[in-house]
């Protein structure tokens, strides 16, 4: 069966940085794009990043241009998200998702429970 | 302030249907297929309809989605307890070159 556990979250002070990772198993993982996304607190879901399945392609919402930098490793079955000079404003609970596809299309048909990243000094 | 709106919140009794719209426009639900995801706070997101009307394996008929021009709806007949949570659509918006989430509705079963 899919299964997508993420890691990395934590308490971080702000302008340090956080690598998130998201191990996968139970599917090709090097066929398929994968997603972040993130919920704040007492917020909606938002979508973060995407990658394509072989890691050519990567789209960003638009706040986290040049902050968050999306990678994959095939080799080991896991994403990463990288995140830069962490501001207040980024606590939120991220999730790892899989996409239906190889590109950067929802929809997403597998998701993790999520790391929750809380910057705060 | 997402792309796409939704109203913040429905409510219905037991047993009754509602439904939860997503309102955008020609540069996401236009011309994109849209997907609905049920959250239930703690939990993993879940993808319940999807290409605007399909339903994963093992997603009960009571689930349904439509489209039309740049509205989407999903339904959700038969109402259970334990259909509370919150409830998302999504596309791709092509002027933004991202995927977008509307602000959630929270349904409450009464």
């Known amino acids: 069966q899919v299964q997508l556990v993420e890691s990395g979250g934590g308490v971080i002070q702000p302008g340090r940085s956080v690598r998130l990772s998201c191990a996968a198993s139970g599917f090709t993982f090097s066929s398929y794009g994968m997603h972040w996304v993130r919920q704040a607190p007492g917020k909606g879901l938002e979508w973060v990043a995407v990658?394509?399945?072989?890691?050519?392609?990567?789209f960003y919402e638009d706040s986290v241009k040049g902050r968050f930098t999306i990678s994959r490793d095939n080799s080991k079955n896991t994403l990463y998200l990288q995140i830069n000079s962490l501001r207040p404003d980024d606590t939120a609970i991220f999730y790892c998702?899989?996409?239906?596809?190889?590109?950067?299309?929802?929809?997403?048909?597998?998701w993790g429970r999520g790391t929750l990243v809380t910057v705060s000094s | 302030q997402s792309v796409l709106t939704q109203p913040p919140s429905v409510s219905a009794a037991p047993g009754q249907k509602v439904t939860i719209s997503c309102s955008g426009s020609?540069?996401?639900?236009?011309?994109?297929?849209v997907s609905w995801y049920q959250h239930l706070p703690g939990t993993a997101p879940k993808l319940l309809i999807f290409d605007n009307n399909k339903r994963p394996s093992g997603i009960p008929a009571r689930f349904s989605g439509s489209k039309s021009g740049t509205s989407a709806t999903l339904g959700i007949t038969g109402l259970q307890t334990g259909d509370e949570a919150d409830y998302y659509c999504g596309t791709w918006d092509s002027s933004l070159s991202a995927n977008v989430f509307g602000g959630g509705t929270k349904l409450t079963v009464l």
């Open positions: 998702a899989k996409g239906e596809t190889y590109g950067r299309e929802l929809p997403l048909d597998y």
């Open positions: 990658i394509s399945y072989d890691g050519g392609t990567k």
């Open positions: 020609s540069s996401n639900i236009g011309n994109n297929y």
